[in-house]
């Protein structure tokens, strides 16, 4: 059984790109994070360290408690302790609070750019054009992500937009928006960037939405 990370190597983990799990750190730590199965140290130059799965699941977890924070073991952590300290976190629709704007329009844009490169770097042909295995691994995030950085607006308390659930299928999302010219933008806007869809009809509500997985060749 691995062995669960130190509290410094925590806070590098804490620490990664929340889109493409990209590490910063020292040599000595990036090396004790590859040696306990936490990091790969990419091929490529400039030979940058991200996180694994196993990584990802370690940042994901609720923090063991302290002696001077107890924290019960059942307690989830939200969607905002989940994300390190001011990190990107992808719109899947719903939100409350959703502030727009040209500081949003930076991030998400900043955001896209490094996914893409996370592409580059882990799809073994460095293709661009087609899903990586972070997407795979966050499909709600991966797919809000794409249609956020195409110009599609989320729905908001007030506002109509798309949103992306989760679905019991592998490998799948279900991206509802309003029926129409709405839906065929989110459509092509994941075709666009490697995903594949297709166009359905809840039974009992007989509202129409996609579902959509990350295309593999």
Aim: aromatic letters at 6%; glycine letters at 10%.
């Amino acid at each position: 059984m691995t062995r669960p990370p130190t509290a410094a190597q925590r806070r590098v983990i804490d620490a990664a790109d929340p889109v493409t799990g990209r590490l910063r750190g020292t040599e000595a730590q990036l090396t004790a994070l590859v040696g306990r199965g936490f990091a790969f140290r990419h091929p490529r130059p400039p030979h940058d360290h991200f996180l694994t799965p196993a990584g990802h699941r370690i940042r994901e977890a609720p923090e063991p408690p302290t002696a001077t924070e107890p924290r019960a073991a059942t307690e989830p952590r939200t969607a905002r302790e989940t994300e390190p300290t001011g990190g990107f976190a992808a719109r899947v629709g719903g939100e409350e609070s959703a502030a727009g704007g040209p500081a949003r329009a930076r991030e998400v844009h900043s955001a896209w750019q490094g996914l893409l490169e996370l592409r580059r770097m882990t799809n073994p042909d460095g293709a661009t054009d087609r899903p990586c295995g972070w997407e795979r691994a966050h499909l709600v995030r991966a797919a809000a992500l794409a249609l956020e950085a195409s110009g599609q607006p989320p729905e908001g308390p007030d506002t109509p937009g798309y949103r992306v659930r989760a679905t019991p299928q592998p490998e799948a999302v279900a991206v509802y928006a309003p029926e129409g010219e709405r839906l065929r933008a989110c459509t092509a806007a994941l075709e666009r960037v490697g995903w594949q869809t297709g166009e359905y009809t809840e039974p009992r509500t007989r509202t129409r939405y996609l579902l959509a997985s990350p295309r593999r060749v």
